[in-house]
Structure formats: structure tokens, C-alpha cells
């Protein structure tokens, strides 16, 4: 079945540091590729999408390509800030009508000054 | 404000005790889902919702009832609860022909 395997963390990271989270999946088909992100005490938000092959996702500094031929969807941001910190989950869009995304177990990101 | 509302936030009960996390949207979606996040297994779904009176099972519904009465409201019910049951609880819904969810802040439910 579907499922996503994201890198394990906790990451702890420089401010300004280069950040890279690493993101695969197996499914069948062409299924939508998300990076939600969670900031302490609140609920997941949408961070980036890509919904086929080759799609980069952008957003507030940070980007993701689907990669059909990897399977990945690496999340990447140049030069991270200390507002980075939070745990970051890469997920997968069901391809029936379950109404269900796949998510990985979460990388917590940690940014020091 | 577009948004996805839980409610209680907290909540700490003792086994066995019936209990309802409400959850509410107000952007009109056809799709609702229940999914609970527990350290080291991500979010899984536990109930699904396609419309008005038309629910599903997600991937773990066991212990756990729902309803969807009123487009705008979709209820998590476990009527019996178990401490294995102890987790953080994310309602979500997302529109008809769109692939985005929305997350509501989550229920943090303790049982003893």
C-alpha cells in the first residue's frame, strides 16, 4: 500500500544553516506529495504541494521536487532561521476516495542563534 | 476567518468514561477526517467523512464512533475509552475537487 518514510530527526541546526529533510514513498501511480509543518502547541499547516512529476514547491524559503524516478520529495531551505523550529511531516494524498493522506512519523527541526 | 475548530483542547478522563471531541468548519467542505498523532507512527486516520450522513473507516477506527449530521460539524465519539487511547487528536477537512486539508489545533486527550 501507500505509504511515506521521512527522514528520523530531531535535526538541530545552526541559524543560516542549510536544511534538507529527506522524503520517500511507494505508491502506485501519480499521488499528490505535501510537506506540512507543525509549530509548538498548534496544528499541522500546509507548508508546500507538488502534484505530478517534476513539480517543485515552494513557500516561505523552502522547496520540494517531486521526483518520480527517485521517489522523493526532499524538503530543502537555503539558510534557516531560529522561526524554523517545529516538526515538519511529509505526506502523501490517497488516490482513492478515502480522503486520507499518508504522512511520514514527523523530523522535528531545532535552530539555535 | 477560514477555519477548522476542536473543542475541548485538553482533556484528562479516567477509562471507561463516554466522551466527545467536537470538531466544526466553516469554509463549507464535503470532507472531513479524524487522525490521531502518536510519537514515532506519524498521523493515521481514524474516520473519514464524503458528505453529510456518509462516513468511513480510515486506518485505525477501532474504540472510536463519529456522525456528520450537519455539513459543518463532524464528532469523534469513543464511547468507552481506553488508556491506549491517550493521544493527540487532529480534526481536517478540505473541499470537493481540491487535494488540500485543513487542520484544526488538535485535542490532547489523557485517559487514566
Known amino acids: 500500500g501507500d505509504s511515506v518514510t521521512q527522514m528520523e530527526g530531531p535535526v538541530t541546526l545552526s541559524e543560516e544553516a542549510f536544511l534538507t529533510i529527506n522524503c520517500t514513498y511507494t505508491?502506485?501511480?501519480?499521488?499528490?506529495l505535501f510537506w506540512y509543518v507543525q509549530y509548538p502547541g498548534e496544528g499541522l499547516q500546509l507548508l508546500l504541494k507538488?502534484?505530478?512529476?517534476?513539480d517543485k514547491g515552494s513557500n516561505k524559503g523552502f522547496e520540494a521536487t517531486y521526483r518520480k524516478e527517485t521517489t522523493s520529495f526532499h524538503l530543502e531551505k537555503g539558510s534557516v532561521q531560529v522561526s524554523d523550529s517545529a516538526v515538519y511531516f511529509c505526506?502523501?494524498?490517497?488516490?482513492?476516495?478515502?480522503?486520507?493522506?499518508?504522512f511520514g512519523t514527523g523530523t522535528r527541526l531545532t535552530v539555535i542563534p | 476567518e477560514a477555519q477548522v475548530t476542536q473543542n475541548p483542547r485538553y482533556l484528562i478522563t479516567v477509562t471507561g468514561k463516554k466522551l466527545t471531541v467536537t470538531c466544526s468548519q466553516n469554509?463549507?467542505?464535503?470532507?472531513m477526517s479524524w487522525y490521531r498523532q502518536d510519537p514515532g507512527l506519524g498521523l493515521r486516520q481514524i474516520y473519514y467523512?464524503?458528505?453529510?450522513?456518509?462516513?468511513d473507516k480510515g486506518d485505525v477506527p477501532e474504540g472510536y464512533k463519529v456522525s456528520r449530521k450537519e455539513k459543518r460539524n463532524f464528532p469523534l465519539i469513543l464511547e468507552s475509552p481506553s488508556p491506549n487511547q491517550t493521544s493527540l487528536y487532529f480534526c481536517?477537512?478540505?473541499?470537493?475537487?481540491?487535494?488540500?486539508?485543513?487542520f484544526g489545533p488538535g485535542t490532547r486527550l489523557t485517559v487514566l
Open positions: 507538488a502534484t505530478k512529476a517534476d
Open positions: 469554509m463549507n467542505h464535503e470532507y
Open positions: 505526506a502523501l494524498g490517497s488516490q482513492t476516495g478515502a480522503n486520507n493522506l499518508f
Open positions: 505508491a502506485t501511480g501519480y499521488p499528490s
Open positions: 481536517a477537512s478540505r473541499g470537493h475537487g481540491t487535494d488540500t486539508q485543513y
Open positions: 467523512s464524503m458528505n453529510v450522513e456518509v462516513t
